[in-house]
Antibody, heavy 122, light 110 residues
Framework: QVQLQQSGPGLVKPSQPLSLTCVIS??????????WNWIRQSPSRGLEWLGR?????????DYAVSVKGRITINPDTSKNQFSLQLNSMTPEDTAIYYC????????????WGQGTLVTVSS | QSVLTQPPSVSEAPRQRVTISCSGS????????VNWYQQFPGKAPKVVIY???VLPSGVSDRFSGSKSDTSASLAISGLQSEDEADYYC???????????FGGGTKLTVL
């Protein structure tokens, strides 16, 4: 059974970066049939896909246009986890952030983290 | 404004059937499989239909999905109070090169 455990701060100051980590159990971040995603949810923007990382002989990343230039998603094979860094946070980035596994053969998000409410405020 | 369009809310009586629509374009629904997610307050979404019409193991067969051209639908038959939740459609968008979601539909079982 795959489990994703998120960690990170719940409060970020405007202009500061957000850093979240998602620890994977029951699968490998290097799995060739998975991609590891970050998705956020807010009342104003609904569910919004932010980006993903995946391994297919080498590491790849895809990022949403809305956050490209501010976002980095990195795998950490030594700890079997992946991370999100989102720079230059503004109040509009206030949301619940989820990590999620994408089964790339089935093409769905089949396992999700518990979610982290991140508030951007001074 | 979400890329995929869903009705904000639907309601129906217990034991009846309800459908939730999801409208997109040729770059997303028209060319890629659609998934449907169920979400309860304070919980992460859970997939109830994947690849347009496939039921995941453990999901009630009262749920079904369909797709035609650039639109998809989720149907729930024999409505029960436990089905009351938010439902989201999602698919890959070739033009945006990323996953896109519908705005969500709140299902109320009267």
């Amino acid at each position: 059974q795959v489990q994703l455990q998120q960690s990170g701060p719940g409060l970020v100051k405007p202009s500061q970066p957000l850093s979240l980590t998602c620890v994977i159990s029951g699968d490998s971040v290097s799995s060739i049939r998975a991609a590891w995603n970050w998705i956020r949810q807010s009342p104003s923007r609904g569910l919004e896909w932010l980006g993903r990382t995946y391994y297919r002989s080498k590491w790849y990343n895809d990022y949403a246009v809305s956050v490209k230039g501010r976002i980095t998603i990195n795998p950490d094979t030594s700890k079997n986890q992946f991370s999100l860094q989102l720079n230059s946070m503004t109040p509009e980035d206030t949301a619940i952030y989820y990590c999620a596994r994408e089964d790339t053969e089935v093409e769905d998000f089949d396992y999700w983290g518990q979610g982290t409410l991140v508030t951007v405020s001074s | 404004q979400s890329v995929l369009t869903q009705p904000p809310s639907v309601s129906e009586a217990p034991r009846q059937r309800v459908t939730i629509s999801c409208s997109g374009s040729s770059s997303n629904i028209g060319n890629n499989a659609v998934n449907w997610y169920q979400q309860f307050p304070g919980k992460a979404p859970k997939v109830v239909i994947y690849h347009d019409d496939v039921l995941p193991s453990g999901v009630s067969d009262r749920f079904s999905g369909s797709k035609s051209d650039t639109s998809a639908s989720l149907a729930i038959s024999g409505l029960q109070s436990e089905d009351e939740a938010d439902y989201y459609c999602a698919t890959w968008d070739d033009r945006l090169n990323g996953w896109v979601f519908g705005g969500g539909t709140k299902l109320t079982v009267l």
